[in-house]
């Protein structure tokens, strides 16, 4: 069993920028994928940004490319999400997720599927 525990969500302006922190539970979390996926209200749950278990590979929406930045800590367990020039349309609740039989050390999934546990979620508000 794996938890997943979110934070650094809340309000801010267009423009602005945002940490998000995922701390997991577990022993062999290096051995997780992790990835960062968004629900916008109204619409379906998407793909936002990934990472593999040494953090030598990433994958990212292509929404956000050049504004969000994820990286891991193992010696923390805990997966961030740096996100810059945040827009109104990146308001969406934030999930954090484990993808613990990555196949591949360089594996950073887009799909939902491919991830066995998810945090609650924390909500991301942009202003314009």
């Known amino acids: 069993q794996v938890q997943l525990v979110e934070s650094g969500g809340g309000l801010v302006q267009a423009g602005e920028s945002m940490r998000l922190s995922c701390t997991a539970s577990?022993?062999?979390?290096?051995?997780?994928?992790m990835g960062w996926f968004r629900r916008a209200p109204g619409k379906e749950r998407e793909f936002v940004a990934a990472?593999?278990?040494?953090?030598?590979?990433?994958n990212y929406a292509d929404s956000v490319k050049g504004r969000f930045t994820i990286s891991r800590d193992n010696a923390k367990n805990t997966v961030l999400l740096q996100m810059a020039s945040l827009k109104p349309e990146d308001t969406a609740l934030y999930y954090c997720?484990?993808?613990?039989?990555?196949?591949?050390?360089?594996?950073?999934?887009?799909?939902?599927?491919?991830?066995?546990?998810w945090g609650q979620g924390t909500q991301v508000t942009v202003s314009s």
């Open positions: 997720a484990a993808d613990i039989n990555a196949r591949l050390p360089i594996s950073a999934s887009y799909r939902d599927t491919d991830y066995d546990y």
């Open positions: 577990g022993r062999t979390f290096s051995r997780y994928a």
């Open positions: 990472i593999s278990w040494i953090g030598s590979n990433t």
